[in-house]
C-alpha cells in the first residue's frame, strides 16, 4: 500500500448550542479532515485537537502544521503492507497524537473500502449495534440541566454523563439523583479538583455513581492512585492515558478502574488497539469517549465501539445533538433504545457529502 495523496481541509461548523466544560465553552468548531487515497480508494479520517490548547496541548493548527510539515513527509512515497503499520512509520514525531490519529484513521478507512469490508470488521469488532449515553456540559442553572437530562432520556440514552467543575457538582449531582434514583449517571471533571480536594469528592460516593472521569490533574497520574485510595466510586481517567504505556502504568498503579478511549488522545488506531487488548486482560472496562465530532469522527467511533472490551455506553450519540446538518450521509441516528447500529457499507459506512464540505470549507492544502 502507498499513499499518493493527502488533503487537508479546515471546516468550521457552530454547535446546536455551546457546550461548556471546566476548561472552557465551544460554541464554533474548526475541524481539520483529512482526506487520504491509497490503493485506489479514499479514505476520511477527523482529527480531533480543539481550538486551543486547553483539554491537551494540541490545537486545530498545531495538527495542521504538524501533519504537513513533519506527518505527511514520513509517508510520502512509502510501502508499506497495511493501516496497522502506519503508526510505527509515523513514530519519530513525538506526540501530536491527535493529528497523528486523524491521517491513521484515515488510511484505515481507505484500506477497509479498497477492501470492500466495512471498518468494524476490519477491526475485528463483534457487535452491530452500540450502546450510547450523552455527555451534558455545564449549564447555567440547575433546571437548564434538568431539562437537559429528560430531553436525553427520553430519546432512549443509556446512561448520562454530566460535566462538573468546583461549585457545580456536589449539588447537581444529589438533587439528580434524587429526581432519577435509577438511572446510569456519571460525572466528567476534565481536570477541575487537586488531590487536597479528596475529602470534597469523597461526597460524591453518597450517589453510586458509574465513575468519576477525570478529576485530577490532566498529566498527573500519581495523585489519581491516592485519590481512588480514598474513593469508593470508581476513577476513569481519560486526559491521563496517551499511550498504552501510560494505561499499563494506570491500571498496575491503580490509579482508576475504567478507562476512557479516545482515538485522537493516544495517537490512532494500532494503540487504540493495545490499550483495548491490555484493558480486557485486566477486566478494565473501556468505552469510547467523544470530542464534539463531525460526523466523520463519529462515525470512526461508532466502528471502535464495536470492539469486545468496550462495554460500557460511550459519549457516541446522533448526529442532531451537536449539528444542524452533519457533513456525513446518512447522519448517525439513535434508536429508541439507546443504541446505534452499525452499517454493513465498505470503510466508516457514511459518505461525506462532498458538496457541503468544500462550502465549509475555510483552508485546504493538498499533499502529494
Ligand atoms: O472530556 O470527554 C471529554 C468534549 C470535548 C472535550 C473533552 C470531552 C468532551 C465531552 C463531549 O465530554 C463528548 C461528546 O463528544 O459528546
Ligand atoms: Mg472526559
Redesign the pocket.
Known amino acids: 500500500m502507498r499513499i499518493q495523496r493527502v488533503t487537508l481541509r479546515e471546516i468550521q461548523m457552530r454547535l446546536v448550542s455551546p457546550?461548556e466544560?471546566s476548561?472552557g465553552r465551544?460554541t464554533d468548531r474548526r475541524i481539520l479532515l483529512i482526506e487520504a487515497e491509497a490503493g485506489g480508494a479514499t479514505g476520511w479520517g477527523e482529527c480531533v485537537a480543539?481550538e486551543g490548547p486547553f483539554?491537551s496541548p494540541e490545537t486545530i493548527d498545531t495538527a495542521w502544521l504538524i501533519t504537513e510539515k513533519y506527518l505527511w513527509p514520513l509517508l510520502k512515497g512509502r510501502e508499506f503492507a497495511a493501516a496497522p503499520d502506519v503508526w510505527e512509520l509515523l513514530e519519530p514525531v513525538r506526540g501530536h497524537n491527535m493529528a497523528k490519529a486523524g491521517l491513521e484513521a484515515a488510511i484505515w478507512d481507505a484500506e477497509a473500502k479498497q477492501k470492500g469490508e466495512p471498518l468494524w470488521r476490519l477491526l475485528g469488532g463483534v457487535r452491530e449495534e452500540i450502546a450510547s449515553g450523552?455527555?451534558i456540559?455545564i449549564k447555567p442553572s440547575f433546571d437548564e440541566l434538568l431539562a437537559a437530562v429528560e430531553k436525553e432520556l427520553s430519546a432512549g440514552y443509556q446512561r448520562i454523563?454530566i460535566?462538573i467543575k468546583p461549585g457545580q457538582d456536589v449539588e447537581p449531582v444529589e438533587r439528580l439523583r434524587q429526581r432519577f434514583p435509577g438511572i446510569k449517571l456519571m460525572v466528567?471533571a476534565?481536570s477541575a479538583y487537586r488531590l487536597e480536594d479528596a475529602p470534597h469528592l469523597r461526597r460524591l460516593d453518597a450517589f453510586y455513581l458509574m465513575m468519576i472521569?477525570?478529576p485530577l490533574g490532566w498529566d498527573d497520574l500519581y495523585s489519581h492512585v491516592a485519590l481512588q485510595r480514598q474513593l469508593q466510586t470508581p476513577i476513569c481517567l481519560?486526559?491521563c492515558i496517551r499511550s498504552v504505556e501510560h494505561a499499563r502504568a494506570a491500571i498496575e498503579l491503580g490509579a482508576c478502574r475504567i478507562i476512557?478511549v479516545?482515538l485522537g488522545r493516544v495517537g490512532g488506531y494500532t494503540p487504540v488497539l493495545r490499550i483495548h487488548d491490555l484493558c480486557r486482560k485486566h477486566q478494565i472496562p473501556v468505552w469510547c469517549?467523544?470530542?464534539?465530532?463531525s460526523g466523520i469522527g463519529r462515525a470512526h467511533n461508532i466502528a471502535l465501539s464495536t470492539l469486545a472490551g468496550f462495554s460500557l455506553p460511550g459519549?457516541?450519540?446522533a448526529s442532531r445533538?451537536?449539528w444542524h446538518q452533519d457533513i456525513i450521509e446518512p447522519e448517525v441516528e439513535i434508536t429508541p433504545l439507546g443504541t446505534i447500529r452499525l452499517h454493513n457499507h465498505p470503510g466508516i459506512g457514511y459518505q461525506p457529502r462532498h458538496d457541503l464540505i468544500e462550502e465549509l470549507a475555510v483552508r485546504k492544502a493538498v499533499l502529494t
Open positions: 457546550f466544560t476548561f465551544t480543539g483539554y450523552v455527555s456540559g454523563k460535566k466528567d476534565n472521569e477525570q481519560d486526559e476512557n479516545k469517549g467523544g470530542m464534539l465530532e459519549d457516541v450519540t445533538r451537536y
